[in-house]
């Protein structure tokens, strides 16, 4: 059983930064991949990053370029750095962890993770 814990959201102005975090509580960290999706009210889960057990990183294609996530396996947290925000990263943002999996690499569908944080709202002015 792994729980999460994710915070760091808030109000910001378009262009600005802020940083998640997720904590984990497991014995096991780097057996886990983690990730960030997010979610606007009457709009589907929409995958943000992942990072593997081997911390590879994968990002949507909408934020390429402006978000780092990265991982912590002394600490057992995730980060996601959200750089140059836009008004359309407005959302709740939620972590989540899978375990590793034989055959699998990475995924970007929420489905495969089994975990999940209870969600950290950002929030972009324009």
């Known amino acids: 059983q792994v729980q999460l814990v994710d915070s760091g959201g808030g109000l910001v102005q378009a262009g600005g930064s802020l940083r998640l975090s997720c904590a984990a509580s497991?014995?096991?960290?780097?057996?886990?991949?983690m990730a960030w999706f997010r979610r606007v009210p009457g709009k589907e889960r929409e995958f943000v990053a992942t990072?593997?057990?081997?911390?590879?990183?994968y990002y949507a294609d909408s934020v390429k370029g402006r978000f780092t996530i990265s991982r912590d396996n002394v600490g057992s947290i995730a980060y996601l750095q959200m750089d140059n925000l836009k008004p359309d990263d407005t959302a709740m943002y939620y972590c989540?962890?899978?375990?590793?999996?034989?055959?699998?690499?990475?995924?970007?569908?929420?489905?495969?993770?089994?975990?999940w944080g209870q969600g950290t709202q950002v929030t972009v002015s324009s």
């Open positions: 497991t014995g096991t960290f780097t057996d886990i991949a």
């Open positions: 989540a962890a899978r375990y590793r999996r034989a055959g699998l690499v990475t995924t970007t569908n929420p489905y495969e993770y089994s975990y």
């Open positions: 990072i593997t057990e081997d911390s590879k990183a």
